[in-house]
């Protein structure tokens, strides 16, 4: 056989050859384009059933917000502490720390602190009324407004029966009570912020990893109680510790993205709760609609780790 035709048979070979090895490039980054479709969709699935999950926790937040609400205006129309405990008697998923009823003539404070054993301890405090801060800021409201506190730290006490000493934050409830068109004193509510361990206990489906935080990074709910707890004690939150700081941004930020990957491994999938800081309800104003919401938080964020 001429050089010439061993030539040509081996450049046939080669031909051959590059055209399989072009066909299985082709099938194999096909392949792999089918596979990363697949698990795009099935990210994509997984990421619809997380924002479902997420957005019916948000739905219970809110619903609890509301029996909150409902509550105060409760005990807002209750003239004294007897009538107070019959309100609370009712089944309430959340209960208060303290009820205490500041007197518009400057006489004192009719009080009901939770005590141990889930009972109410009841008393009559005699000082200055008036001159408590929940009492001026009732001053600042119209008949049937709610003013909602700031969740940072454990109450101010202003009578030394108080011991509202939650580990976690206080928020409360302020509203003037008015008899016709005479104010007759301030109702201010105190609630422990851990609304969120409802949440954990009565939903299904809300993996261990599941944490919510608000504006300023802080955990708001943890299954580890030290970790929302950080704000209360004064400590810097581990949030920023847990998660990277691209991550923490993104998180962040309101608009930012609902699935944030942490690495290769890990995706946190979040949803927002973002209420805005002004609402009607009833026909009176309240200065937030959730109150486990600071005035000053513009929204938080709830999620999960997997």
Not at 162 to 176: K, L, M, Q, S
Request: charged share 20%; proline share 5%; glycine share 6%.
């Amino acid at each position: 056989m001429s050089s010439r035709h061993v030539t040509q048979k081996a450049l046939m070979l080669w031909l051959w050859a590059a055209f399989f090895g072009l066909l299985a490039f082709i099938v194999l980054v096909g392949g792999f384009v089918v596979l990363q479709k697949q698990a795009q969709a099935r990210d994509a699935v997984r990421a619809a059933e997380a924002q479902q999950l997420l957005q019916k926790a948000s739905e219970m937040v809110y619903a609890v917000s509301g029996e909150i609400f409902a509550q105060v205006e409760a005990l807002r129309a209750a003239p004294n502490p007897e009538a107070w405990q019959q309100v609370l008697a009712q089944n309430y998923k959340m209960m208060p720390q303290e009820i205490a009823f500041y007197h518009a003539d400057d006489s004192g404070a009719d009080v009901m602190i939770l005590a141990d054993g889930g009972r109410y301890a009841t008393s009559t405090e005699q000082f200055a009324s008036r001159a408590v801060p929940h009492f001026q800021r009732a001053l600042t409201l119209r008949a049937g407004e709610v003013y909602i506190t700031p969740a940072r730290n454990s109450i101010t006490c202003d009578y030394t029966a108080c011991r509202a000493d939650t580990d976690n934050e206080i928020f409360a409830y302020v509203a003037p009570v008015y008899d016709g068109v005479v104010l007759r004193g301030a109702l201010v509510v105190a609630y422990d912020a851990n609304i969120w361990s409802h949440l954990a206990e009565e939903m299904s489906g809300l993996p261990e990893t599941f944490f919510v935080i608000d504006a300023q990074g802080y955990y708001v709910w943890h299954a580890n109680t030290d970790k929302r707890t950080e704000r209360a004690r004064h400590l810097p939150s581990s949030f920023f510790v847990d998660f990277s700081e691209d991550a923490a941004a993104n998180i962040l930020t309101p608009s930012g993205g609902r699935v944030v990957r942490l690495d290769d491994k890990k995706k946190a999938y979040m949803y927002p709760v973002s209420p805005s800081t002004e609402m009607t309800r009833n026909g009176a104003r309240v200065n937030i609609p959730a109150p486990v919401t600071s005035p000053l938080n513009q929204y938080f964020v709830m999620g999960f780790i997997e």
